[in-house]
């Protein structure tokens, strides 16, 4: 059975449950990823027009996708409403990126989370933009609210490389976790420095790698223009939509299917081992808008 795929107009009919979380998430962080019977919801936007024909990001675009996603995640007619419901004014904000020199978090988009977060009342030398070096800076030492946005790619230890996975530099020996396809990388997400923190999760699907051959493998023959941004609360669901689009992609290119070596075993297994978020498609609620043609999904 495919997922619940709900257009925007379906989801604001059907979204009561979306307006109420705002202020139940920041009472009980630790229910955005609480594997339960109720579906995950995820937002996946696309926009052709935010990459221009230089092959540069249209920092306008990326703010507008950024915004649009929030309000119908949240089911909110202004898009401070949706930020109000997860940022407080005394909340120091640590938004994790991803700065792989290939395929990093786009400037555009970090700058375009940092906006709202201020315009919710929290002072700039309050918010934290960082990869490496997370563990030794104040901001994230102190985080309590989180922000979790990287590219997805395929990784040569985990499958991909995924919005749980992003989580990997908050323990001193990334390697260490490195074993069975890094299958319990959801275990980060328990770490005191992290645990329930975590308020968004924007998957980057921008221009996603597909395929790579050997450590930090990088060619741009593996890598194609999708116009996306995916983004929710649970992770887990993000990740396995984002997936679910990559194994759909490696299937056109290679014209079979192709699985993945090694598997992203850590996304599944974030879901029946660790209870993080739901993996399973009919667990999650997607919600798509925007550019339709070559959605994988």
């Known amino acids: 059975m495919s997922p619940k795929n ?21 009472n009980n962080p630790k229910s955005l990823f609480a594997a339960t019977e109720e579906k995950s919801r995820v937002v996946l936007i696309r926009n052709k027009m935010v990459i221009n024909e230089d092959g540069k990001l249209n920092s306008g675009i990326i703010q507008e996708m950024l915004d649009e ?78 922000i979790n946005s990287r590219p997805m790619r395929t990784h040569y230890w985990s499958g991909v490389g995924s919005l749980i996975k992003n989580y990997i530099m908050f323990v001193d020996k990334p390697s260490d976790w490195h074993d069975d396809s890094c299958a319990d990388l959801a275990a980060l997400w328990k770490l005191p420095i992290v645990a329930d923190k975590t308020r968004l999760n924007i998957l980057v ?13 990088f060619s741009p023959e593996y890598v194609w223009r999708y116009y996306g941004l995916i983004v929710g609360v649970d992770p887990v669901a993000c990740d396995a939509v984002g997936l679910k689009i990559i194994e759909a992609k490696r299937k056109e290119y290679f014209g079979e299917d192709k699985p993945l070596n090694p598997p992203a075993k850590h996304i599944e297994l974030a879901d029946t081992r660790h209870h993080l978020g739901n993996a399973g498609m009919k667990k999650i609620d997607l919600i798509k808008i925007g550019f339709e043609e070559g959605i994988f999904i």
């Open 69 to 146: 996603s929030v309000r119908v995640l949240f089911n909110t007619k202004e898009t401070s409403q949706a930020w109000k419901k997860i940022i407080k004014p005394d909340d120091i904000v640590g938004i994790k990126t991803n700065v792989w020199n290939f395929l990093r978090t786009p400037p555009e988009l970090e700058n375009a989370i940092k906006k709202r977060v201020m315009e919710c009342g929290v002072a700039e030398e309050k918010i934290g933009i960082k990869d490496r070096g997370v563990l030794r800076d104040p901001i994230f030492q102190n985080a309590t609210a989180l």
């Open 205 to 217: 699907m921008l221009t996603p790698q597909f395929h790579n051959i050997g450590p930090h493998g």
């Open 6 to 26: 709900l257009t925007r107009r379906e989801f604001i009919k059907t979204g009561t449950l979306a307006a109420a979380a705002g202020t139940f998430l920041l």
